[in-house]
């Protein structure tokens, strides 16, 4: 479960984040390859030092190689 109560689909644009409202969405862009995808805030996180967000799969996947395991990523919210 996420912290806005619905079941974690690693297949649904999402991501979490430590302090935007739940339902935030917000534009990442991996700067290295200039692909962007929009992602719902839905869950609390990432708690490892360092990071901002932490993506779905699927949103991962869309912007960058799920191989790699973190990328540097710029973010933009667009509605809080």
């Known amino acids: 479960m996420t912290a806005s109560g619905e079941r974690f689909n690693p297949s649904a644009l999402?991501?979490?984040?430590?302090?935007?409202?739940?339902g935030s969405k917000v534009r990442v862009i991996n700067p290295?390859?200039?692909k962007a995808v929009v992602v719902r805030i839905n869950d609390r996180g990432p708690y490892t030092?360092?990071?901002c967000l932490d993506l779905s799969e699927a949103?991962?996947?869309?912007?960058?190689?799920?191989?790699a395991g973190v990328m540097t990523v710029?973010?933009?919210v667009l509605a809080g």
Not at 59 to 67: K, L
């Open 32 to 34: 290295s390859n200039g």
């Open 74 to 76: 710029k973010y933009q």
């Open 59 to 67: 949103a991962f996947s869309t912007i960058g190689d799920t191989n």
């Open 49 to 51: 030092g360092g990071r």
């Open 14 to 22: 999402t991501a979490a984040h430590k302090s935007l409202p739940l």
